[in-house]
């Protein structure tokens, strides 16, 4: 059978586990306890008739303890949800705890005020932005620029043995026999070498290729002007063939006739548009060995 005064005379004057003496008073550790002091009221082990309020992830519960369930510790509290609005939660207060003592009643609306004012307060201060305090160690900080130094020094003194050591092998300083390389470093030189190889052919593809580019179209109009110039005239056939049928004595004759075009064009002014005009006239003469006489066969214009 549970008695309450025993309980307490044990806890107060002997040893209680939740005691916490400090300079200001003597305070309860107990998570059940309603207020948090230390004393024959508040003492949740020596009241077999008691109630208080605990938060659960922002969630208020009531809990009651009664002396019908001290022989089941598994349900002996019992545990209320309360609700988030203030002057609801106090109405089922009063309501679970209508025929209970008015100072724990008192007590446990207390408990709900400040509560519920400290998690007002909790959702502001998580509203606003406040700078977070970093401290920075110094002896932490100077160990790890000790070793970044070290570490690059250590870098560059493996790159350059590793460099000599290669330029050594390829001047053939040591023998042509097999060495144990580390495959990593293996790996990183024949990579290389593909990579240069790679480039040497990419230049020389370059060298090699074939382009055709489009040419110039003032000279290409310049020289269908000339092909269709010297198409216009008769050939050099035609006009000894003329000769045959007017006179037989000049087929017997070794002389060799040579024809001479003269070629003027004449350029007139640009037009409107800023295109100019070309006009060519051509002139074609025989002339026979003898030079006694010169015939003028045809004047064309073109």
């Known amino acids: 059978m549970q008695h309450d005064e025993v309980i307490w005379q044990v806890i107060r004057h002997k040893h209680c586990s939740y005691m916490a003496k400090i300079e200001t008073g003597i305070f309860c550790r107990n998570q059940y306890n309603v207020t948090g002091i230390c004393n024959r009221s508040s003492c949740p082990l020596a009241n077999s008739r008691y109630a208080t309020i605990r938060d659960h992830d922002g969630v208020f519960y009531l809990y009651m303890k009664t002396i019908e369930r001290a022989h089941m510790p598994k349900n002996l509290w019992e545990r209320v949800k309360l609700p988030v609005n203030y002057e609801m939660a106090l109405e089922m207060i009063d ?22 004012q400290m998690r007002i307060r909790m959702r502001k201060l998580a509203l606003k932005t406040r700078e977070a305090v970093i401290p920075m160690p110094r002896r932490q900080i100077k160990r790890e620029a000790r070793r970044e130094i070290k570490a690059l020094n250590a870098a560059v003194l493996d790159k350059a043995i590793e460099n000599e050591l290669l330029e050594r092998l390829k001047t053939g ?13 293996f790996d990183k030189l024949i990579n290389k070498e593909i990579e240069l190889n790679q480039e040497v052919e990419e230049e020389e593809e370059e060298e090699g290729v074939v382009e055709y580019v489009e040419g110039d179209d003032e000279l290409e109009a310049e020289e269908e002007e000339d092909m269709e110039d010297f198409s216009g005239l008769p050939s050099k056939e035609s006009y000894l063939e003329g000769d045959d049928h007017d006179s037989d004595d000049e087929e017997n004759d070794d002389a060799e006739e040579q024809v001479v075009i003269h070629k003027r064009r004449a350029l007139k002014k640009s037009d409107d548009n800023g295109k100019a005009k070309k006009k060519s006239r051509v002139v074609v003469e025989v002339e026979q060995e003898d030079g006694d006489t010169r015939r003028s066969l045809k004047s064309l214009k073109l």
Do not use: G
């Not at 300083?173 to 990593?184: A, E, L, M, V």
């Open 95 to 116: 309501k679970h705890l209508l025929y209970w003592p008015k100072l724990l009643q008192h007590k446990v609306k207390q408990r709900l005020t400040k509560m519920t």
């Open 173 to 185: 300083i040591y023998p042509t026999d097999i060495y144990n390389f580390s495959q990593r470093a």
